[in-house]
C-alpha cells in the first residue's frame, strides 16, 4: 500500500470516529438535558422533588455532560455506541415500525436490537430511580442535621435512647442507604467493576419493584385515613420504657443487617439490574438479607396495632408477598448469570437461614 493511500485511510479512519464521538455525545447530551426536562414539567416531579434536589439534578447534569467527554474518546475509538445513542436508534426504529416505513429485512433482525434493549432499560431505571433517591437522601439528611443536637446531648439512659438516640440511629441509617444507591444508579464505571450487565426483562418483575416506591406506592393508602401507612411508624408506642427499648434496639438490629447488606453491595446497589454477583457479608448466609430484615422490622412497627386496626396483618401479610415475589423475580433474573447459579448452589436460603 502506498503511503498516500495510507494517510487517505488514516483520514478516514479519523473522521469516522470524529463522526461517531460527535454523534455519541450530542445523543448523550441530549437524553440528558431531556431529563431534566421532563422531570421540570411532570407533575408528580414538580411537586415531589424540593428545589435542592431539582438544582443538585442540574448540577450533576453538567459534570456528566462534561465529564463524559474522556470516557466517549476511548468508546468511540472503539466504535462503541453511547447509551444515549443507542437509546436513540432504538427509538427510531420503533417509530418507524410503528409507521411501516421499516424494511422486512431489519423487522426480521428486530425491531429493537438487544444491545438497544438494554440501553433503553437502563435510561428508564436511571430516570426512574436516580430523583427518588437523591429527594430520600436529601430528605433523610434534614431530619439528622435536625436531630443532631437532642441525639447528643441528651443523658444516656432508656428513655431518651428511646426518645431521641433511636429515631436519630434510624434516619442516619437510612440517609446512607439512599446515598449508596443514589451513587450506584447515577455511576457505573470499569473501576467500580459495577457495569450493567442486563435488566430486568419481565413485567411482574418490574411491577414487583415499581410498587414499591412514589408515586406508585401511594396508591396503596387506604383513604380517608391513609391507613395502614399511618400506623408504620418506628416511634410506635410498645407501652412503656422498657418494651419500648427492647423493640427498639431489636429495630435498630434489623436496620444495621439492612445497611451491612447495602454496604456490601455498594456501587452495585440498584434495583432492576445486574451488576455482578455479590456473595459477600451477609449475602454468604442468606440470598434476600436486606428484605428479610425489611420485612422484620415493618412486622415489629406494627405489632401493637395488630388488634386496634385488624387491617395491619393483612395489610403485612400482602407486603410480605410482594416482597418475596421481588426476590422470585430477581433470582429468575439473574439465574441467566451462571455465577448466580453458583452462588445459589452454595447459599440455599432466601430469607431465613436453615428453613427457607
Same mark, same amino acid.
Given at each position: 500500500m502506498s503511503v498516500? @493511500?495510507?494517510q ?7 473522521e469516522k470516529y470524529m ?6 455525545f450530542v445523543?448523550?447530551t441530549? %437524553? ?11 407533575r408528580?416531579?414538580?411537586?415531589f422533588? @424540593?428545589p435542592e434536589?431539582?438544582f %443538585?439534578?442540574?448540577a ?5 455532560t462534561?465529564?463524559q467527554i474522556?470516557?466517549l474518546?476511548?468508546g468511540?475509538? $472503539?466504535?462503541d455506541f453511547s @447509551?444515549g445513542?443507542?437509546?436513540? $436508534? ?8 410503528a409507521?411501516g416505513?421499516?424494511? #422486512?429485512?431489519e423487522?426480521a433482525?428486530g425491531?429493537v436490537?438487544p444491545n438497544e434493549?438494554l440501553a433503553?432499560?437502563?435510561?428508564v431505571?436511571?430516570?426512574f430511580?436516580?430523583?427518588t433517591?437523591l429527594q430520600?437522601?436529601y430528605? *433523610? +439528611?434534614?431530619?439528622?442535621v435536625?436531630g443532631?443536637s437532642?441525639?447528643m446531648? /441528651?443523658p444516656?439512659s432508656?428513655?431518651t435512647? *428511646?426518645?431521641?438516640? &433511636?429515631p436519630?440511629?434510624v434516619v442516619?441509617?437510612?440517609t ?10 447515577l455511576?457505573q ?7 450493567i450487565k442486563s ?7 418490574w ?6 416506591y412514589? #408515586?406508585i406506592v401511594g396508591l396503596? =393508602?387506604?383513604?380517608p385515613? *391513609?391507613?395502614p +401507612?399511618?400506623?408504620l411508624?418506628?416511634l410506635?408506642d410498645?407501652g412503656?420504657?422498657?418494651p *419500648? ?5 431489636t429495630?435498630v /438490629?434489623?436496620? %444495621? ?11 452495585k446497589? @440498584?434495583n432492576l439490574?445486574n451488576r455482578?454477583?455479590?456473595t459477600g457479608g451477609p449475602?454468604?448466609?442468606i $440470598?434476600?438479607?436486606?428484605? =428479610? &430484615?425489611?420485612l422484620?422490622? +415493618?412486622?415489629i412497627?406494627?405489632?401493637p396495632?395488630?388488634?386496634s386496626?385488624p387491617l =395491619? ?7 410480605t408477598s410482594i416482597?418475596?415475589l ?5 433470582e429468575?433474573?439473574l439465574?441467566s448469570?451462571p455465577?448466580?447459579?453458583a ?8 430469607f431465613i437461614p436453615?428453613?427457607?
Amino acid at each position: 500500500m502506498s503511503v498516500e @493511500s495510507g494517510q487517505v485511510s488514516a483520514r478516514e479512519s479519523s473522521e469516522k470516529y470524529m463522526a461517531l464521538f460527535v454523534s455519541n455525545f450530542v445523543a448523550n447530551t441530549t %437524553l440528558i438535558w431531556l431529563t431534566i426536562l421532563f422531570y421540570n414539567v411532570n407533575r408528580f416531579y414538580i411537586n415531589f422533588l @424540593s428545589p435542592e434536589v431539582k438544582f %443538585l439534578l442540574i448540577a450533576i447534569s453538567v459534570v456528566f455532560t462534561v465529564g463524559q467527554i474522556p470516557v466517549l474518546v476511548r468508546g468511540s475509538k $472503539r466504535g462503541d455506541f453511547s @447509551s444515549g445513542q443507542l437509546f436513540f $436508534r432504538a427509538l427510531v426504529r420503533f417509530l418507524s415500525d410503528a409507521l411501516g416505513k421499516l424494511s #422486512p429485512e431489519e423487522r426480521a433482525q428486530g425491531v429493537v436490537r438487544p444491545n438497544e434493549k438494554l440501553a433503553v432499560l437502563i435510561v428508564v431505571v436511571k430516570v426512574f430511580f436516580v430523583p427518588t433517591m437523591l429527594q430520600f437522601a436529601y430528605m *433523610n +439528611w434534614s431530619v439528622v442535621v435536625a436531630g443532631w443536637s437532642p441525639a447528643m446531648q /441528651s443523658p444516656i439512659s432508656m428513655r431518651t435512647f *428511646n426518645q431521641h438516640v &433511636f429515631p436519630f440511629m434510624v434516619v442516619v441509617i437510612y440517609t446512607i442507604f439512599t446515598v449508596i444507591y443514589a451513587f450506584g444508579y447515577l455511576v457505573q464505571a470499569d473501576f467500580l467493576n459495577n457495569k450493567i450487565k442486563s435488566v430486568e426483562p419481565t413485567v411482574m418483575g418490574w411491577a414487583c419493584t415499581l410498587i414499591c416506591y412514589p #408515586p406508585i406506592v401511594g396508591l396503596t =393508602a387506604i383513604a380517608p385515613k *391513609n391507613y395502614p +401507612w399511618d400506623y408504620l411508624n418506628d416511634l410506635v408506642d410498645f407501652g412503656g420504657v422498657v418494651p *419500648n427499648f427492647i423493640a427498639r434496639v431489636t429495630m435498630v /438490629s434489623c436496620l %444495621l443487617i439492612m445497611l451491612w447488606a447495602v454496604a456490601t453491595l455498594g456501587s452495585k446497589c @440498584s434495583n432492576l439490574t445486574n451488576r455482578g454477583i455479590v456473595t459477600g457479608g451477609p449475602y454468604r448466609f442468606i $440470598r434476600h438479607p436486606h428484605y =428479610a &430484615f425489611k420485612l422484620a422490622h +415493618w412486622w415489629i412497627t406494627l405489632l401493637p396495632v395488630f388488634i386496634s386496626v385488624p387491617l =395491619a396483618p393483612v395489610f403485612m401479610a400482602g407486603w410480605t408477598s410482594i416482597y418475596f415475589l421481588r426476590a422470585i423475580t430477581e433470582e429468575r433474573h439473574l439465574r441467566s448469570d451462571p455465577d448466580y447459579v453458583a452462588y445459589c448452589e452454595k447459599v440455599k436460603y432466601r430469607f431465613i437461614p436453615g428453613v427457607y
